[in-house]
T-cell receptor
Framework: GAGVSQSPSNKVTEKGKDVELRCDPISGHTALYWYRQSLGQGLEFLIYFQGNSAPDKSGLPSDRFSAERTGGSVSTLTIQRTQQEDSAVYLC????????????FGSGTQLSVL | QKEVEQNSGPLSVPEGAIASLNCTYSDRVSQSFFWYRQYSGKSPELIMSIYSNGDKEDGRFTAQLNKASQYVSLLIRDSQPSDSATYLCAVRYQTGANNLFFGTGTRLTVIP
């Protein structure tokens, strides 16, 4: 499809396990964002990729969280040793670039840590 | 510290009324302003953007920007039950790598 694709749509894991969340942005979009949204809350910024520049990791809540973006396209958000407080919807968004204003969001990954 | 603030609501209006959603921001070095709508269980989608002072109208939606007072508003005329959603304000600043900041959103309920 032409939109931002995220997988899996739902992930249930046990406390202490590692998880990987995938985001496939719109083709040609150079900017990619990861956000986290807890139930009834706003968007919490996690990490931002822009082209080949070093990512802005200032929103990652702990060193258990990491993300990479391969070839300027697909991005993977990894959470190590998951905790119950990591349970949330993880949203990925992309935009055309530095002058691209509109963010296109994926449908999110609902992560539940038991 | 750049901040974007919104009243979390809930804001309830009767069908057909005007819904007024407000957002304030803390940094004068701002460039562009956005309103996203998020239905329950869905992802945010952009409904309005505004870049200069004044009003911008699109159908039943009007965005109002006042940079001197550092606020941006969204008016929804003839509110419909289908407008019931959370509305997120976003501000893009001129500087910084990640220069896009979201408010926490205002939950709007339009009562039939």
């Amino acid at each position: 499809g032409a939109g931002v694709s995220q997988s899996p749509s739902n992930k249930v894991t046990e406390k202490g396990k590692d998880v990987e969340l995938r985001c496939d942005p719109i083709s040609g979009h150079t900017a990619l964002y990861w956000y986290r949204q807890s139930l009834g809350q706003g968007l919490e910024f996690l990490i931002y990729f822009q082209g080949n520049s070093a990512p802005d990791k200032s929103g990652l809540p702990s060193d258990r969280f990491s993300a990479e973006r391969t070839g300027g396209s697909v991005s993977t958000l990894t959470i190590q040793r998951t905790q119950q407080e990591d349970s949330a919807v993880y949203l990925c968004a992309s935009s055309p670039g530095l002058s691209g204003e509109k963010l296109f969001f994926g449908s999110g990954t609902q992560l539940s840590v038991l | 510290q750049k901040e974007v603030e919104q009243n979390s609501g809930p804001l309830s209006v009767p069908e057909g009324a005007i819904a007024s959603l407000n957002c304030t921001y803390s940094d004068r070095v701002s460039q562009s302003f956005f309103w996203y709508r998020q239905y329950s269980g869905k992802s945010p989608e952009l409904i309005m953007s505004i870049y200069s002072n004044g009003d911008k109208e699109d159908g039943r939606f009007t965005a109002q920007l006042n940079k001197a007072s550092q606020y941006v508003s969204l008016l929804i005329r003839d509110s419909q039950p289908s407008d019931s959603a959370t509305y997120l304000c976003a501000v893009r600043y001129q500087t910084g790598a990640n220069n896009l900041f979201f408010g926490t959103g205002t939950r709007l309920t339009v009562i039939p």
